[in-house]
Structure formats: C-alpha cells, structure tokens
C-alpha cells in the first residue's frame, strides 16, 4: 500500500525541522490501515508516539531508512509523533488524529 506523504522533511528550507537535514524524511499515514510510515531516515533517529498528556505510548529506535507504526493498539484520540537524532535534537513533530 502506498501512502500519502503528509509532510517531508529536509534541507534548509523546511519550517518543521529544528536544523539542516541533508536526508529526506517523508512521512505518511492511512486511517484504514492506521499505520504510519516514515521512510528517509539514514541514521540512529529516536520517534516517540506520545498521547495528548504527554504520556509516551512507544519509544523506537531507528536504523534503517523505512519504519511502518501499527497504531491500532492506541484507543482513539489525538498523538504525537516525535523524531529526534540520535544527539537529541528535534527533527520533526506531526500530530495526528486516530478516529
């Protein structure tokens, strides 16, 4: 299945990333299947799924450059997506909304 990318990330020019990344980040997202995927990353990359409250449901460590996050276990609500290098620096924040 291929999903809709919601947001890409990378060089200078985007306003969601906290520096310069010389990687692409593309993320994307399906309600029917409620996977989110993020393909890109070319580093250790920290992504957090955390809820409205702050509460971090999922912590995952990142190596590969393609990674596909089952959310069917999360009830419905409102989350957040955290990226961060593996130097603690914040890549990206997307918030999404599972019906």
């Known amino acids: 299945m291929v999903l809709k990318a919601i947001i890409k990330i990378g060089g200078c020019d985007s306003v969601s990333a906290d520096v310069c990344l010389k990687e692409h980040i593309n993320l994307g997202y399906s309600s029917i299947s409620n996977e989110f995927q993020i393909a890109g990353l070319l580093g250790n990359y920290t992504i957090d799924i955390l809820n409205a409250d702050g509460t971090v449901h999922e912590s995952i460590e990142t190596t590969g450059h393609f ?33």
């Open 67 to 99: 990674h596909t996050i089952d959310l069917t276990a999360l009830p419905p609500g409102m989350y957040l997506i955290s990226i961060q290098s593996n130097e603690n620096v914040n890549v990206a924040y997307v918030t999404i909304i599972k019906f």
